[in-house]
């Protein structure tokens, strides 16, 4: 295994002058030697606790990505070594009742992170640019699709502006390794339950939901809020190459404890042991 900077994030970024995600890889060859999951996973872990105990910068995940890619059991790695008190995950479906009646950042806004937390969504605003065009919540003359892409980059650029950094990943799944992992929905009562008609709906309409996503990631990757594509027909490999990015960059957002004042120090420890 390969250590965590054999893999420079920017390895993985979105090229928007490389638009179409079928110039992506869905999966790694056999030579490609991915980084240590555990190694970077103890990264994390420890970056976290110093960027909790800062409390100056706040780091958004989301997650994005058709059904089936591995967003759930990602999150569940990601959150393998971290403080569950500064980590939280939150998943956001297709807006129903208040939701509707609000503009459509109104919802996700609240579960944004905390300064000193780590927040993943899985999916998350980027719908409305995606699944929304696919499958409408309003009237069609409710849309204006260039104003929401402009919105979505101002609302980033300001939320990083203000602290808080985002990354953005899509889970590139081949089509055929979407059929199968359909299939083991079907197939297995363990996952049945994660199955939805909706799932058939979108598997008729995957070629034009990928080109939802394309103009979404061009249209909304930009320095302060990267989009990252993500070969995701091997999980192991998704894992450990996202992980490997999130460890990097929590690394420079904290890389220390704060510093402390000798003097309170002294006077707290003369305290204790008067």
């Not at 965590?4 to 030697?33: G, K, M």
């Amino acid at each position: 295994m390969a250590p965590i900077d054999a893999l420079p994030a920017a390895r993985w970024q979105y090229d928007p002058n490389q638009p179409h995600l079928s110039a992506y890889a869905t999966a790694l060859s056999n030579e490609t030697v991915t980084p240590d999951l555990t190694s970077s996973l103890t990264t994390i872990g420890e970056h976290q606790r110093r960027l909790r105990a800062q409390r100056r910068r706040g780091l958004l995940l989301v997650l994005q990505g058709l059904d089936a890619s591995g967003k759930d059991s990602l999150i569940r790695v990601l959150a393998r070594y971290m403080d569950p008190a500064a980590f939280h995950a939150w998943s956001f479906g297709r807006p129903i009742g208040t939701e509707t009646q609000h503009d459509f950042l109104w919802r996700i806004t609240p579960w944004l992170p905390a300064y000193g937390d780590v927040a993943a969504f899985n999916r998350g605003h980027h719908e409305v640019v995606i699944a929304e065009r696919a499958w409408p919540v309003h009237t069609a003359d409710h849309y204006d699709w260039p104003t929401r892409y402009a919105a979505l980059r101002h609302f980033e650029a300001h939320l990083a502006q203000e602290g808080t950094r985002i990354l953005k990943f899509w889970l590139h799944l081949s089509q055929e390794e979407h059929r199968q992992r359909l299939l083991k929905r079907l197939d297995r009562p363990h996952k049945r339950w994660k199955f939805d008609a909706a799932d058939i709906d979108a598997w008729d309409r995957r070629s034009e939901l990928l080109g939802y996503v394309e103009d979404a990631l061009t249209a909304t990757h930009i320095p302060e809020a990267p989009w990252f594509v993500i070969p995701a027909d091997h999980k192991p490999t998704a894992r450990a190459v996202v992980a490997a990015i999130v460890a990097q960059e929590l690394e420079t957002l904290a890389p220390d404890y704060p510093t402390a004042d000798d003097q309170i120090l002294t006077s707290y420890r003369e305290r204790l042991t008067e």
